[in-house]
């Protein structure tokens, strides 16, 4: 056996070893979750939480205030102030299942298109990132991938697939355990929709309320930045108004 086989053999055996001694998906999800002090159950809870920060846009970079309200699986609404140029915006926005609605001061109206669809995938991304349905329901299918380096630290990567949705790949801190990154195909409106890669980073994990929840959050598409916030007053009620998702 010639030193070239050989040498292929034991690079693929050693691949293969350390394959098996990662964790599996469902148990690096699990762990994510524990690591924030959440149980693993598959009970999702609605999410109300406050968000300040800058996005960037066209050459622009834009101080906000926010607040999202989230209904488990598909509802998402946001209120958000800003200004751009002397001049004060209040924009509001609500997906719910297929419907998408938005406002701008007195100019409301629904949503369609690739806009409408963007906002929904983007509902679709938020609630996989709260780990909680990913071990529970079955339309989800989970694989291992190479983790990254992220802000120095080793991850594992968990693929997440299902039907009709892009694929979102999760990465968690081989120390902590938490979800640390994900990554996504989304289209950006910012420039006409095209295709780009949507990488999002969750980072500086405080306890509020025996829960960790990541403070900062920042996002990038297509490489570039788009938004740095720093998330706060975390709140799970039992139910939200309906009437939030209804009418802006």
Not at 32 to 41: H, T
Not at 131 to 146: E, G, I, Q, W
Not at 181 to 207: A, I, N
Request: with cysteine.
């Amino acid at each position: 056996m010639s030193r070239f086989v050989v040498s292929c053999l034991v690079v693929a055996l050693a691949a293969g070893a350390g394959r098996a001694e990662d964790p599996s998906p469902k148990e690096l999800v699990a762990k994510g979750l524990a690591a924030r002090g959440v149980k693993d159950d598959g009970k999702e809870t609605p999410l109300n939480f406050k968000d300040a920060g800058i996005v960037e846009v066209s050459g622009l970079k834009i101080e906000y205030t926010a607040e999202f309200w989230f209904r488990p699986p598909d509802a998402l609404r946001f209120e958000m102030k800003a200004e751009v140029m002397g001049q004060k915006l209040d924009i509001k926005s609500i997906a719910a299942g297929t419907k998408v609605m938005e406002s701008m001061g007195d100019t409301a109206g629904d949503v369609t298109g690739d806009k409408k669809a963007a906002a929904i995938a983007q509902v679709y991304a938020f609630w996989v990132s709260t780990l909680k349905p990913l071990n529970h329901d079955k339309a989800f299918k989970l694989s291992n991938v190479v983790g990254k380096k992220v802000n120095d630290a080793e991850t594992f990567g968990v693929l997440v697939e299902r039907k009709g949705q892009a694929e979102v790949t999760l990465y968690f801190d081989k120390k902590s355990g938490l979800l640390v990154k994900s990554e996504t195909q989304v289209k950006d409106e910012f420039s006409g929709f095209k295709e780009v890669l949507e990488e999002s980073y969750y980072e500086d994990y405080k306890d509020v309320g025996g829960v960790k929840e990541a403070t900062k959050l920042r996002v990038l598409r297509d490489g570039k930045s788009l938004i740095e916030s720093k998330p706060s007053d975390f709140k799970t009620p039992e139910k939200l108004d309906p009437k939030l998702f209804e009418k802006l």
